[in-house]
């Protein structure tokens, strides 16, 4: 089954970590997940360390096959270039978040 994901909360809600487990147990079952960060989820491509994130969801999720896209409209608003990221994220559209619902069996939002 393929899951496409949008995430909007940043990485210190409880989101972030609610979408790195559910995306581990889905890959388990060899299912595959795309993930769109978009709005203040595009802080959770940033390639940083801080006390505020408890759980920092994307190096696993890449290490794990996950394909990753930062909306780049969003990223840029908030001064993220493709050099904050971690790597292996591709900076994308609205459209290609169009093609990830379209192609995805399950589609799911997380956001306030």
């Known amino acids: ?3 496409g994901i949008l995430l909007t909360t940043s990485p210190d809600h409880e989101n972030s970590y609610l979408v790195g ?3 581990e147990a889905w890959l388990k079952q060899g299912h595959q997940v795309e993930l769109f960060l978009m709005g203040e989820g595009v802080y959770n491509g940033m ?8 759980y920092a ?3 696993t999720l890449l ?3 996950v394909k990753v896209s930062v909306c780049g409209v ?3 608003a908030r001064g993220l270039a493709e050099s904050n990221l971690y790597p292996g994220i591709e900076i994308a559209s609205q459209y290609e978040l169009s093609k ?9 939002t997380f956001g306030d």
């Open 1 to 3: 089954m393929q899951i």
């Open 21 to 23: 487990r559910l995306s």
């Open 47 to 54: 390639a940083v360390h801080s006390p505020r994130r408890p």
């Open 57 to 59: 969801v994307l190096p």
């Open 63 to 65: 290490g794990l096959g």
């Open 74 to 76: 969003t990223a840029e």
């Open 100 to 108: 990830i619902v379209d192609r995805s069996d399950r589609f799911l």
